[in-house]
């Protein structure tokens, strides 16, 4: 999901600039109060982890492989603020020193993996462990709040690069939410294990940063959905506006109905939803069903992983 | 070995553009993406222009090219994915080359910059420019521990290598996942480590 430089242009480039030195300014200035000093070097070596654990691969059927992405997982461990800022420098230095994501796109990655990832994921996360309580409801949340994490953020990657005119929105949206949806899968399914083998081998660990980097009041909260809420507005709500209801109207309106027709045919052809020839409609449906489909299979794997007689509340 | 896959020793040895300033350098490299990303593709010269900027520079940083080729060829699956995607339009020809010429040009910049500069020296310009403090540490940290992790982590995958005979899916992702889950433990406990050491030698 690392955009190059040259695919997203000025524009683009500027506004999630601006967007993502806010949202890091603000987890900055969080991580500064709330983080004990002693927990300052851990934000250095969370993020030389969170590399060093996406380059063990995961083998996924048919000799292809897959990586653990981990923002969710980060945010869980450590708080969202924390992440923010691991994240963030994650994308840094795989941008100077691995060439991995451009440098005038590192505000559009920044928002889409850091930010959104991160702030989300933890939303999701936290939502879920209040109603399903125990380590099990954690991993059940950990997972599901990692795969609508991944999925959004290659959402909102694809509106950006649509809004930039390098892919249009017909093609980059089905394209990156339908193989995201299985993406997120397997990233779900890696963040609650590694989480479940944390929690195992030190408990202690879990507990204490719970304590420590989870933010305190509301407020914060409100405030990174603030800003989310004006990126994904910006960059998704022009393509969205025009969903199946009002699109007809609104492509003739414009005229520019010629241009809305699939330009690629879907990806996965026997996962869209017969009836809705469309390819961002059935998308958007399929995602919608994807995701009940994938709280539920979160909920069975909590049961399967998480025996029951170990549901010490944590 | 991991550090040498990444061809990450190249920024510390010598040549006449690893000894211009960095500030400089990140400058010019700032400049030359800026534009190239913002200039229409009728500007032919500019491009050319870039190209050609970037091969002199190339050619007297001394770094091997047979590296710098791989590092090219190893770009994202995702510009070769757009570039494909864009390709098969008809009436996509134009951007799709437009798209290939400058994310090539501005992947060569970076590439030239990040292996005649090394990071401390990066992270002193940043620092210059007043990028908020922590964020500086935590970079710094990052790069510091991030081959250590790296080697850490092969070390973990070869003595779960030695020790596991039986490969059912299942049980291979779950033993990834607790070598994955192990280095966070172990990183999180060196940190803590590090903090002593820092406050040892006088870090406020």
Redesign the interface.
């Known amino acids: 999901?690392?955009?190059?430089?040259?695919?997203?242009?000025?524009k683009t480039?500027a506004v999630t600039a601006v967007i993502s030195a806010a949202g890091?300014?603000f987890a900055?200035r969080q991580?500064?109060r709330e983080l004990p000093?002693?927990?300052?070097?851990?934000?250095?070596?969370?993020?030389?982890?969170l590399?060093?654990?996406q380059?063990?691969n995961?083998?996924v059927a048919g000799g292809t492989s897959g990586h653990?992405v981990g923002g969710t997982l980060v945010a869980a461990?450590l708080g969202p603020s924390a992440a923010v800022?691991?994240v963030?420098?994650?994308l840094?230095?795989q941008?100077?020193?691995?060439?991995?994501?451009?440098?005038?796109a590192l505000g559009a990655n920044v928002f889409n993996m850091a930010i959104l990832n991160s702030v989300i994921g933890y939303v999701i996360y936290r939502v879920v462990c209040h109603w399903l309580t125990g380590i099990r409801g954690r991993v059940t949340a950990i997972a599901f709040a990692s795969w609508c994490a991944t999925v959004l953020a290659a959402i909102c990657c694809a509106g950006q690069?649509a809004w930039s005119?390098?892919?249009p929105w017909s093609?980059a949206f089905p394209?990156m939410a339908t193989v995201h949806m299985f993406i997120g899968v397997g990233e779900g399914?890696?963040s609650a294990?590694?989480?479940?083998?944390?929690y195992?081998?030190?408990p202690d660990?879990i507990t204490e940063m719970a304590q420590t980097g989870q933010p305190q009041r509301l407020g914060e909260l409100v405030r990174y959905g603030l800003l989310v809420t004006l990126g994904v507005a910006v960059f998704v709500a022009p393509f969205a506006c025009s969903w199946p209801d009002g699109l007809d109207s609104v492509a003739d309106k414009f005229g520019f109905s010629h241009k809305m027709s699939p330009?690629?045919p879907a990806p996965a052809p026997n996962y869209l939803v017969p009836g809705i020839h469309w390819a961002v409609g059935a998308t958007a449906v399929a995602g919608a069903a994807g995701s009940l489909i994938v709280f539920v299979l979160a909920l069975l794997m909590g049961r399967w992983l998480v025996p029951k007689q170990t549901k010490a509340d944590i | 070995m991991s550090a040498s896959w990444l061809g990450h020793q190249h920024s510390q040895s010598d040549s006449p553009v690893h000894r211009l300033p960095a500030a400089l350098k990140l400058g010019v490299a700032l400049v030359i993406i800026v534009a190239t990303v913002l200039a229409p593709i009728q500007w032919r010269a500019w491009f050319i222009g870039v190209a050609l900027l970037l091969v002199l520079t190339a050619g007297l940083s001394r770094l091997p090219l047979f590296f710098l080729f791989r590092r090219l060829l190893v770009l994202s699956p995702f510009v070769l994915g757009v570039v494909l995607v864009n390709a098969f339009q008809p009436a996509g020809r134009d951007r799709w080359l437009a798209v290939a010429v400058k994310s090539v040009l501005c992947l060569l910049t970076v590439i030239l910059v990040s292996n005649t500069t090394p990071f401390s020296q990066i992270l002193r310009v940043l620092k210059s420019i007043r990028v908020p403090a922590l964020l500086i540490t935590t970079l710094a940290l990052m790069h510091r521990y991030l081959f250590v992790l790296m080697d850490e982590s092969e070390r973990m995958r070869r003595a779960r290598a030695s020790r596991t005979f039986t490969r059912g899916r299942r049980f291979h992702w779950n033993t990834l996942a607790t070598v994955v889950g192990q280095l966070f433990i172990r990183a999180s406990e060196r940190a803590e480590r590090i903090y002593d050491a820092m406050c040892a030698r006088g870090w406020k």
């Open positions: 999901m690392h955009i190059p430089d040259g695919f997203i242009d000025g480039a890091v300014g900055l991580v500064r000093p002693r927990r300052v070097p851990l934000l250095g070596l969370a993020a030389a982890f590399f060093a654990a380059m063990v995961f083998p653990l461990l800022v691991v963030t420098t994650v840094i230095v941008c100077f020193l691995f060439q991995d994501g451009g440098v005038l690069l005119g390098t892919i093609v394209a399914l890696i294990l590694v989480f479940l083998a944390v195992r081998a030190r660990l330009l690629l």
